[in-house]
């Protein structure tokens, strides 16, 4: 077998598939519960089902056919390093049948989620440590003292990366269908190389989500479904749920410090919390927490950044 001198990229999404997922068979591989999670506070456990709420609604955006192409492609040059060309062409050939669900399903799509995975940094403290570890920092850069500083700086990250691998659908089931021909010829180096050039065109994109605004919004769907579950014992609930919005409050306010968004961006929800207060448990109440969502639902979409 001839040494691959140019198949760095393709042999890194390789590893990233079985690092990340293991020997993937089934929809449920590609959504993994497990904590791949950078945590400095104790309170890991809200931040790790924050990133199982995330998964489990990104999961919906997956294709088992996509997920099927890439795991026989993945398996069949596995099959391949081992000189088994009979079984790369059979998985091969079921991949072939499930692109070609997909190139019928999607005429006019392109990439088609297959894998996706989410990782927690986190400086879960509180705001007055926030602010003296900047103070910190600022006494540091006074001194020109940078890297002393940056130190302290770089631990106030607190977010989640989603990562998604996707199948660009044309050039992939082309690939997939070369390498079916030649693993069927026996021609194995051939086709192993053609299987590295097809595992290099599936596209990682990134995308890196505030994690104290989604802790907020969670915080305010849990008042929510008490309201809405409580109606017998009001007085008891306003308390709790009064606790819920101070709650979500000080996490909108813990993203802030962190330079998640300016002062300007946070207002509008602010607001909105502040109008829910008010309405709890009244006719009013629903367009109140349609408001809430809404306006958290647009403040997300302006502070997600996206990275390929």
Known sequence: MKTKTSNKTSTAIVVFLAASFGPISTVSAAYSPTASAFLFAPEAKQSLATKRDI?????????FEA????????????????????????????????????????????????????DILDFDSNTKQVEQLIN??????????????????DQLVSEVHVTTISVPLGSFSMGVKDAAYFASTGNVDKAEDVLYEVLNRLVKTREI??????????????????????????????????????????????????????????????DAIDDMKKVIFTKNSADAWNKITTTISGLKDKLTRLKK
């Open 209 to 270: 989500l505030p994690l104290p605004v989604l802790k907020a919004e969670g915080l305010l769907k849990e008042a929510s479904k008490l309201e809405h579950t409580n109606i017998g014992a009001q007085e008891a609930s306003r308390t709790e749920i009064t606790k819920l919005f101070d709650a979500a409050k000080e996490k909108i306010k813990y993203a802030q410090m962190l330079g998640y968004g300016g002062k300007n961006d946070y207002l509008g929800l602010y």
């Open 67 to 118: 997920l099927a192409a890439v795991t026989g492609a993945q398996n069949a040059l596995m099959a391949l390093k081992k000189n088994d060309s009979k079984r790369a062409f059979v998985l091969l050939t079921d991949a072939t049948k499930q692109l070609n669900l997909l190139l019928a399903k999607y005429p006019q799509s392109n990439l088609i989620p297959a894998i996706i995975d989410a």
């Open 136 to 153: 910190a920092a600022n006494d540091l850069l006074k001194d020109d003292r940078v890297q002393d500083a940056r130190q302290l700086l």
């Open 55 to 63: 998964l489990e609604e990104k999961h919906q955006q997956i294709e």
